[in-house]
């Protein structure tokens, strides 16, 4: 099947998401328009492609490929702006303290808005022809956020929010529109936790899921019989018993997370003293030649 | 800048950092090594991985403190380790029921629609939890460390700030004019205010979300409560500012991390607190010479592969060495930062524990882990 319109990464923290999302962006970019849009603030993805967002806007980081930020507070005002009719009001609401709590006690709101705003931008890239890629929160977060169009949808039982919330739903269910890509390295903590949310995503809430990104596996070249040299070489065979070490985990995790049915992508640890935009180039071309077999 | 630390004159340690960095494992190696100096201490993490779990002997439910088995590692006497999980739910439940004045309001709260659905999800809940974890612990008289994991954070200082939050939610205009009437009636009413109070009506009709009244019957049902809870929250507050309080921010030396923990300090820095120390978890070990590869007798084939090894480690080395130095030229002023080796697989084993524990406290307890674990 070919990939959903967006693209949602996430996984545990440091398993390499904002990599994932410059890259995959890069890759998609040289067929498609692109969008690679990041919601957490850090605005990580955006930086690896060479862009300082600080947390706003958007920019142009190649001929199809763009850069946005998008943010849950700038997503509640424009949702106010529009179901107030008056600006002055509206604004003035904005800037009290009062709603801020308000707002706070009204937990979901927020999540709700920003999930409302996805679905927007996947439909522009649709009738464009072009692909959405969200540089994602963690996995629990992400699954908070996925979960809120289910249970705001409930309490509201009529209104707006209620029809917004039915819309949403059908949105993140859709495989053709919306799909997750889980990001994971070959420590076991990462995999269990890849492996817990693509249960979830599937058995619960009907997610798509893309498949997973085994990050930062590496393997070697020692020999059985040259490993068995290790204690006789100092400091250098306990280097190599790393290297072989760091090997075994990859296998495992590749066992594990190539074991779930989903599809396994591998992107290779780079031995590199820095990682920038040349190597975010080189991993969007390990990438580019692997999602054809997704 | 002294690279380890000492916990001897500490009375509470609170670990911050970004997700995935190994704040709980750092916590838990914290709070070991405090113990098999001698001390009485308890440690309370925040979703822990069931290998860090193993190794300290826990089942995956333990709310309230669990003894940890220490046999088989050098301790001072009076050496004790407590180990709990943070359940914000659960914890919430039970200040409920002690602070509510009735059994009928206690209901109201604990059957309010916002509550069962959405309490957890309420900004700051599982801080403001961790809070009142902390303060049940330290009325312990029976324990003199505790060391604390704190929630992920999306903001640095989500936790530390947690408490005054609380207090200025529940404090604040909003509640009163949601419903809270006591409160509302000494303060003077606002234009603003009133047109707040319409444009939620409003809001409410619109969105058909008939959230509202739930948001007022919630802040209701915590009248009578507040002060209970805002005296806590001040009591935990005077903790976190005590001089016996260590504060420390756990990071990895990525590029990545590194602009988050810069995040950490100014953000500490603006509500007047400071980093005591900086740890670098899972560094890379030391690289080898390679005139000592040079002079070792091997197949020039294997030597081949050890040289290409060798270059690959110095690759990834030389970008930790550059993250290393960022993370120093930010270092608060007198705050430690200490590196704490890789130690090539998840500590699954409290000697594991200690391993890490000896990096921190500088201190042997016992734990030789990579002769012990293999």
Redesign the interface.
């Known amino acids: 099947m070919a990939l959903p319109r967006l693209i949602f990464i996430t996984g ?4 390499g998401k ?1 990599t994932v999302a410059a890259a995959l962006g890069h890759a998609l970019a040289r067929k498609y328009p692109v969008t690679v849009a990041d919601i ?1 603030r ?1 605005a ?1 993805a955006a930086r690896l492609l060479g862009v300082d967002l600080n947390g706003r806007g958007s920019a142009h980081v190649g001929k199809q490929l763009e850069v946005r930020a998008l943010s849950p507070r700038a997503e509640l005002e424009s949702f ?1 702006e529009r ?2 009719p008056l600006k002055m ?2 604004r ?2 904005l800037k ?7 707002t ?5 709101l927020e999540a709700f808005l920003m999930l409302d705003r996805l679905r927007i931008l996947a439909e522009d890239a649709a009738r464009e022809g072009g692909y959405l890629v969200i540089d994602g ?2 996995s ?2 992400t699954l ?1 956020l996925l979960s ?1 169009a289910g ?2 949808g409930a ?8 029809r917004l919330a039915r819309e949403l739903e059908k949105f993140l269910t859709d495989p053709e529109s919306f799909g997750v890509l889980i990001t994971s390295t070959a ?4 995999v ?1 936790e890849a492996l817990e949310t693509a249960s979830v995503l599937d058995r619960r809430m009907r997610v798509r899921r893309v498949g997973v990104i085994l990050n930062g596996a590496t393997g ?3 020999s059985r019989a ?1 490993s068995e ?1 290790a204690a006789t ?4 065979g ?3 018993e ?2 072989i ?1 760091l090997g075994a ?1 990859a296998e495992r995790a590749r066992g594990r997370l190539g074991g779930a049915g989903l599809g396994l992508i591998e992107l290779p640890m780079l ?5 920038g935009k040349k190597e975010i180039f080189e991993l969007s071309q390990t990438l580019e030649s692997t999602l054809a077999h997704l | 800048m002294k690279s380890a630390l000492s916990l001897g004159k500490y009375r509470l340690v609170v670990c911050l950092g ?4 190994g704040k709980t494992t750092v916590a838990a190696a914290l709070a070991l090594g405090g113990a098999l100096g001698g001390r009485a201490v308890d440690v309370m993490t925040v ?1 822990p ?3 860090l779990l193993d190794a300290l002997g826990l089942a995956p439910d333990t709310a309230e403190p669990c003894e940890v088995e220490l046999n088989g590692l050098r301790r001072k006497p009076g050496a004790r380790l407590r180990a709990l999980k943070l359940d914000p739910k659960t914890t919430f439940d039970s200040l409920v029921m002690r602070y509510a004045p009735s059994a009928a309001a206690r209901d109201a709260v604990l059957e309010n ?2 509550y069962r ?2 309490s957890q ?3 700051g809940v599982s801080d403001y939890m961790a809070m009142e974890k902390l303060l049940e612990l330290h009325a312990d008289r029976s324990t003199d460390l505790i060391v604390l994991d704190t929630p ?1 954070a ?1 903001h640095a200082i989500d936790f530390l700030d947690a408490p005054r939050r609380i207090l ?2 529940l404090n ?4 009163a ?2 419903g809270a009437s006591s409160g509302f009636l000494g303060q003077s009413v606002k234009l ?2 009133l ?2 109070r319409g ?2 009506k ?2 409410d ?7 509202l009244t739930d ?1 007022q019957g ?2 209701r049902g915590f009248e009578g409560m507040y002060q209970g809870f805002a005296e806590r929250a001040e009591r935990a507050q005077g903790l976190l500012r005590d001089p016996r309080c260590l504060i420390v921010v756990v990071t ?1 030396a ?4 590194t ?2 923990t810069r995040g950490f300090l100014d953000s500490l820095r603006a509500i007047g607190l400071k980093a005591d120390a900086l740890i670098v978890n899972r560094t890379l ?1 030391e ?3 390679l005139s ?2 040079a002079k ?1 007798k ?1 197949a020039p084939a ?1 030597k081949r ?2 040289r290409r ?5 110095a ?2 080395k ?2 930790e060495a ?1 993250s290393m130095n960022a993370l120093r030229a930010m270092m608060p002023h007198r705050a430690n930062l200490i590196a704490v080796p890789d130690l ?3 500590p699954s084993r409290l000697v594991d524990l200690a391993a890490i524990a000896r990096y921190l406290t500088g201190v042997d307890v016992g734990g030789n882990s990579a002769s012990a674990a293999r």
Request: charged share 25%; no cysteine.
């Open positions: 545990k923290g440091g398993t904002s957490d850090r990580s106010i179901i107030v009001v509206s003035r609401m009290s303290r009062t709603f801020g709590y308000v706070a006690a009204l937990p979901g929160p963690a629990g977060t908070e809120v249970g705001l309490l509201a039982t009529n209104g707006l929010l209620h420590e076991e903590a990462s269990r070697h070249s020692f040259e040299l070489l100092g400091e250098h306990r280097l190599m790393r290297r070490e985990i031995f590199r003293a820095s990682l | 970004a997700g995935g960095v979703d991985a069931p290998r629609r916002i659905n959405l999800a309420l900004t992920p999306r200025e939610l604040s205009r909003a509640a004019l949601l603003v205010d047109a707040a444009v939620l409003a809001f009709r619109l969105t058909g979300l008939g959230l948001v919630f802040v990895t990525e590029a990545e991390r602009a988050e070990p690289m080898p010479s000592a590869l070792l091997m294997l592969k050890l090894n060798w270059d690959d480690f690759a990834l030389s970008r550059e090539g697989r998840e």
